[in-house]
Nanobody, 123 residues
Framework: QPQLVESGGGLVQPGGSLRLSCVGS????????IGWFRQAPGKEREEISC????????YYGDSVKGRFTISRDNAKNTVYLQMNNLKPEDTAVYYC????????????????WGQGTQVTVSS
């Protein structure tokens, strides 16, 4: 059964850091582009960052550019999201998603979604 599992969320103070992980199984992970999205209560889902299957093309949303870094290790079927200088407005449930079409992934279309991990930034 194909699945994505996120981990690494938690409570952090403003200015702090977290690293999220997204582990894929049950499908050819290295044939898929992976994206991170987030959704805060009462808000629409937001694209955060995407990386293509070969880790040669990375995209960042304006709200996280310069603070977040996406990377992947296909040997471990894992994509990471390093989040630095976190702000209260980063509070949301973070999801990873997979698609074999990078353009489709960019607009939130995915073959597989994870269950999400909560990130809370608060003092």
């Amino acid at each position: 059964q194909p699945q994505l599992v996120e981990s690494g969320g938690g409570l952090v103070q403003p200015g702090g850091s977290l690293r999220l992980s997204c582990v894929g199984s049950g499908f050819a992970f290295d044939h898929y582009d992976i994206g991170w999205f987030r959704q805060a209560p009462g808000k629409e889902r937001e694209e955060i960052s995407c990386v293509d299957r070969s880790d040669t093309n990375r995209y960042y949303g304006d709200s996280v550019k310069g603070r977040f870094t996406i990377s992947r290790d296909n040997a471990k079927n894992t994509v990471y999201l390093q989040m630095n200088n976190l702000k209260p407005e980063d509070t949301a449930v973070y999801y990873c998603a997979a698609n074999d079409d990078f353009s489709a992934l960019r607009v939130g279309l995915a073959h597989y979604w994870g269950q999400g991990t909560q990130v809370t930034v608060s003092s």
